[in-house]
């Protein structure tokens, strides 16, 4: 896939990570987190927030760096200074854009794949389950998924239905439209350049939980020159607990965004990282989800004029 960023935005290479220290009695422990190059410690329950890529013109989607070790804080750490900008003037100009990517996504199709991986005892790969979608729209304007081929499958421990698989896709893309804000407490974390790009990052955390309708509850980075969600991590929740689909256990989402038509920053890769616990042993599981290929639909004609 293209990518269409800003020219202030630079190509993919290695960026200085910063630790940064957030408390949330709701945030889930991170597992196996990949691509880390933020690492946020909780004092109370440890999530760990990874790094934002750059988005220029970068061919083909987002390809994680190595996995490695991750180290997590306690304690709280010095304040940064105040931003450039009043923190409610950055939420306020990035909770529009998000209305509007929210309103214009539906505007343009895309090639949807899923790879879930499952890791023997032994760490290596046991098998995995792949399938891929495009997004189409139907006569009369609305818009479903469909399957370019059947899915492979050559899971070795999981036992799941496609539904589950696709039901993982089926989060809240814009979690923090203006429509949500009063829902939300939003804490200015501090700044990171990754790649030429500066960032504000957001802690976002539910004011309460509901029942019928979840919450994001997680990490926002912002880029400080445009006001855009550019990068995206955390979780879904309700006064039940953390949103899980079918079988599948994956709750902690990575997600990265690219820029479409210079104008809307459109999710593209994400990530998470679980375990399955079994009869006798646990079973290590990645979904990988990618968006590609995004192209505006065409226009829906008018109906034609009837004679009289």
């Not at 370019?148 to 899971?155: D, G, K, Q, R, W």
Request: aromatic content about 10%; proline content about 8%.
């Amino acid at each position: 896939m293209g990518y269409t960023g800003r020219s202030s935005r630079a190509a993919q290479s290695q960026a200085h990570g910063i630790q940064t220290n957030m408390l949330s009695t709701r945030a889930g422990a991170a597992r196996n987190t990949f691509a880390a190059r933020i690492i946020c410690g909780l004092a109370l329950t440890g999530i760990c927030v990874l790094g934002l890529p750059a988005q220029e013109n970068a061919p083909g989607p987002l390809t994680p760096p190595p996995e490695h070790n991750v180290k997590r804080i306690v304690g709280t750490p010095e304040p940064e200074a105040p931003p450039a900008l009043p923190p409610a003037q950055i939420i306020k100009g990035f909770s529009q854009k998000e209305d509007l990517y929210l309103a214009t996504r539906p505007q343009y199709s895309y090639r949807k794949t899923i790879r879930l991986q499952e890791f023997g005892p032994d760490g290596k790969p046991s098998g995995e389950y792949n399938a891929t979608y495009d997004a189409v729209r139907s006569s009369d304007g609305k818009i479903y998924e469909k399957a370019i081929s059947a899915p492979e499958s050559t899971l070795t421990y999981l036992q799941f239905e496609p539904e589950d698989a696709q039901g993982v896709t089926r989060v809240p893309a814009f979690p923090v439209t203006t429509a949500q804000l009063a829902k939300y407490d939003l804490q200015y974390l501090g700044t990171e350049t990754v790649d030429e790009v500066d960032c504000y990052i957001f802690q976002v955390r539910p004011k309460s939980l509901e029942r019928q309708h979840a919450l994001f509850d997680g990490v926002l980075w912002v880029d400080q020159k445009y006001l855009e969600v550019v990068k995206t991590y955390g979780k879904w929740i309700t006064d039940l607990g953390e949103m899980h689909t079918g079988s599948l256990p994956f709750s902690m989402f990575e997600t990265y965004r690219e820029n479409v038509d210079g104008k809307y920053w459109f999710p593209n890769y994400s990530r998470s990282d679980d375990t399955v616990k079994l009869k006798d042993h646990s079973v290590s599981v990645r979904v990988t989800i990618k968006w590609s290929n995004f192209k505006p639909f065409p226009a829906v004609a008018a109906p034609a004029a009837s004679a009289h």
